[in-house]
């Protein structure tokens, strides 16, 4: 069962991004405050810190800010990415301090995956992503259609690192999306087959292992799908079995969330479920968040320990599952 943990009061135009994980002990959240107001939006970063979460101080920005991304190799290198004033936003956290860091531009940065401290990869919505050596950023193209880009990124190894998104064919009303995935060996991006999908968008990668990727499918208004790669070949995962009707959002390894509603209701109820190996089971809330309409719900795992977010009009609730 899913336990809540103290979380600061944060204000109601807070939007959840993503979170991220070094170990059992540390984990990130990221987000913007200030959607949907007169006030100029900024980025959020909470963090655990053994017994609470904490909001993080960050660098004053000259211009309004978001957050989509967040990931890490280390409770003192965190990496966090979004966008300013139509550029990219980097932050970078030592262990002491969050700094901005100046990079190349590229098209609305989306997620950074942190393989090691001198090896970071930024996708954006864009053809074009960005990687860190150490010591220079370079602007690495990875697809090669300007009506492609990308919005999801995971990674194992410094040559073991999956992007995905969706390109656009066709024109007017026959216009339609379909999925692209790409692949890092540590000097070249390349277009690799995924699943056999004609249409849609890859919305979410996850991997644990190059023979163990989790990739999240959305194709219109069907939802999300899961595919898995055992090394040899995709494979589908059912959909997890719920009453009602059920939107999945996101996948990581061994894990969906999303949310549920009852017929006749439009209320959004959390849902979360965890792959037992042959079928997705239904992992409990407390009463009063089970019963709460609930938004921007999220997820991350290290295998023992996983973190659940999600926002209802009380606030924001972080969520803490530990493994038997």
């Not at 692949?183 to 277009?191: N, V, Y």
């Not at 996948?251 to 017929?263: D, L, N």
């Not at 972080?318 to 038997?324: E, G, K, N, Q």
């Amino acid at each position: 069962m899913f336990r809540p943990v103290p979380v600061p009061v944060l204000p109601p135009s807070t939007a959840l991004a993503d979170l991220a994980t070094a170990g059992e002990h540390h984990a990130w959240l990221a987000g913007t405050t200030g959607v949907f107001t007169s006030r100029p939006s900024a980025p959020l970063v909470l963090s655990w810190t053994g017994e609470t979460w904490r909001e993080e101080p960050l660098p004053d920005l000259p211009a309004p800010a978001s957050l989509s991304g967040v990931s890490a190799t280390a409770p003192d290198d965190v990496w966090a990415v979004g966008n300013s004033d139509g550029h990219p936003l980097v932050l970078h956290y030592d262990g002491t301090t969050w700094h901005t860091v100046t990079t190349p531009p590229i098209t609305w940065a989306k997620a950074v995956a942190a393989v090691a401290r001198d090896d970071v990869h930024v996708v954006g919505t864009g053809r074009d992503t960005l990687h860190y050596d150490g010591t220079h950023w370079h602007v690495r193209t990875a697809l090669s259609s300007a009506r492609e880009g990308l919005q999801t990124i995971t990674a194992t190894a410094p040559h073991h690192v999956w992007a995905g998104g969706g390109g656009l064919a066709g024109a007017g009303p026959a216009t339609y999306d379909y999925p692209v995935l790409v692949h890092w060996d540590g000097h070249t991006w390349t277009e690799i087959a995924g699943p056999r999908l004609e249409r849609g968008h890859v919305a979410r990668l996850a991997a644990t292992a190059p023979d163990d990727i989790w990739l999240g499918h959305v194709r219109d208004t069907e939802g999300l799908r899961v595919h898995r790669w055992d090394g040899r070949q995709w494979n589908a995962v059912p959909t997890p079995d719920h009453t009602g009707r059920l939107s999945v959002h996101g996948v990581a390894a061994g894990w969906t969330w999303g949310v549920r509603a009852t017929r006749r209701s439009f209320d959004t109820r959390p849902a979360f479920h965890r792959w037992t190996g042959h079928r997705w089971t239904t992992v409990a809330l407390p009463d009063d968040l089970a019963r709460t309409s609930a938004s921007h719900v999220g997820l991350a795992t290290t295998g023992t320990t996983t973190w659940a977010y999600l926002k209802t009009a009380a606030g924001v609730h972080v969520l803490r599952h530990t493994a038997p």
